[in-house]
C-alpha cells in the first residue's frame, strides 16, 4: 500500500509561481511511476505530467508545457510539481499519483495507469 500527501497548494496571483510537494511511502519509490493531476470545478480530471523512473522520461500536457516541471527526490520519498506563469484556468485540485509497479509500460496520461492517490491540493489563482 502506498500512500500520498500533497501540499503547497494556495492562493496565488496570475503570473506567479507555487510548488507542490508529494511525499510517499514504501521502500520502493524510486522505481515508481508518478504522475500529477488536476480537477477544476464542473470538469473532469486531466493529465498534466507523468514521470518515469526507468529513463527519468517525462511527459507534459500541452497546457502546462514550459510552464511546470516535473521533479523527484528518491532520497526524500518526494515527488515536486513546479509551477511557474500561473494562469487563472490552472485553478484546480491538484493530486499526484503513483504506480508502484516497476515493471509498468502503461502509459502516463491516463489516470487508470495509477493504483494510489493523493487526497488533493487545491490552487487558486486570482487575477
Known amino acids: 500500500q502506498v500512500q500520498l500527501v500533497e501540499s503547497g497548494g494556495g492562493l496565488v496571483q496570475a ?18 511511476n508518478m504522475g500529477w493531476f488536476r480537477q477544476a470545478p464542473g470538469r473532469e480530471r486531466e493529465f498534466v505530467v ?4 526507468t529513463g527519468g522520461s517525462t511527459y507534459y500536457a500541452d ?10 527526490d528518491n532520497a526524500k520519498n518526494t515527488v515536486y510539481l513546479q509551477m511557474n506563469s500561473l494562469k487563472l484556468e490552472d485553478t484546480a485540485i491538484y493530486y499526484c499519483a503513483a504506480d508502484d509497479n516497476p515493471l509498468s509500460t ?11 492517490w493523493g ?4 490552487v487558486t489563482v486570482s487575477s
Open 63 to 72: 497546457s502546462v508545457k514550459g510552464r511546470f516541471t516535473i521533479s523527484r
Open 119 to 122: 487526497q488533493g491540493t487545491q
Open 15 to 32: 503570473g506567479g509561481s507555487l510548488r507542490l510537494s508529494c511525499a510517499a511511502s514504501g521502500r520502493t519509490f524510486s522505481t515508481y
Open 106 to 116: 502503461r502509459t502516463l496520461k491516463y489516470s487508470t495507469t495509477y493504483d494510489y
Open 50 to 53: 507523468g514521470n518515469r523512473w
